[in-house]
């Protein structure tokens, strides 16, 4: 899994990239519950020690001497449609929970520590039964129809791990897709980002970064939080797909070589394509590298150029609506964002309220 948090398919909607938090757990003595969230993998320094104690990666909980179990409950950074849990317990040998269950819930607006705390218990509906957890490893744990009745298939605002009784877990990762709320689907929104439901489908080469991390929320701190690719010596560049949110009129682009000094591509080329028809013999051709051009740039090292199809980009490019986007860096080289603003079409919105409707709980 990438550091933004998307499998192939997937999404960690908890993912602190993608806006993920803590909202309150009932203990944290050695290690914050917010580490659970991070993106990178969990570290270990074997020498480092504070006043409490070991220093840890993760989510800590004291010794328990009382009767009881541990939680922690998180706000998801979209809400969506979870598929997998993944509870790691990176690092955490003599201290891991014997187990783990997860609830998930619908909570409307944005409940605060005190609001959860006082939530009846109906509303948490199981995500992920009681499963036994091992020290230093992934215990990955489907959502089913089987194992989840309520809640596989429905939409969750929010999740609540449980250990059992105490201890450490480095990361919890909530892998599932977005549902977008169709009210904020409305106007001009950025159809690539992950929160709207756009998403990668496949790229040339990840070799130092994710191109997920292209549709990420906020602006790159470092080169880390960019796709970067390896130096190309082939003749040929590097590539990104995209599947947008719905079907939408493409307006402003923002191409974003932010953090991209030195390895920024010498060349930006998008192309896009309305696959809707594909299959037909009506659609666009299947090969993505002869997609009709949108945008043909000469982009700078780390700058953000937001630029308005109408006026920057190839004839035509605002005529027509486009489902999927081909990304090309001319021969290769690193970009931190790519944002693709237009409106969805009455199709495309009425299809996000469907699915808004079919996943409520
Ligand atoms: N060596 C430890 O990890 N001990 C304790 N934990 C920390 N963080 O010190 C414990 O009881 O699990």
Known sequence: MSSTGQTAALT???????????VTCNDQFYADASNLLLPHPPRYD?????????????????????????????????????ERIDVDTAWFRGNYPAAATVHGAWLEGFPGPNDVWQLPEHVWRPLAPRTPLTGDAVTSIAVTPETSPELAGRR????????????????????????????LLTGTVDLAATENGGRVLGSSNEFYGSADHLLAPGRAATMADGWENARRRDGGNDWVDLQLAGAGRLRRVEVDTTCFVGNAPGRVVLRGADLRSAGTGAGEGADPASWPVLLDLHPQPDTRHVLALGAAGAPGATDRAVTHVRLEAHPDGGMSRLRLWGELDDDALAAAARRWEETAL
């Not at 929010?158 to 709320?181: E, M």
Request: proline share 8%; hydrophobic share 40%.
């Open 12 to 22: 960690d909607l908890a993912s602190r990239v993608l806006g993920g938090v803590v």
């Open 46 to 82: 074997p020498d480092a020690y504070d006043a409490k104690g070991k220093v840890y990666d993760g989510w800590e909980t004291r010794r328990r001497r009382t009767v009881g179990d541990d939680w922690v409950v998180v706000r998801l950074a979209a809400p969506g449609e979870v």
């Open 156 to 183: 969750v605002s929010h999740v609540r791990l449980t250990i059992h009784p105490d201890g450490g877990v480095a990361r919890l990762r909530v892998l599932g897709r977005p549902v977008p709320d169709p009210a």
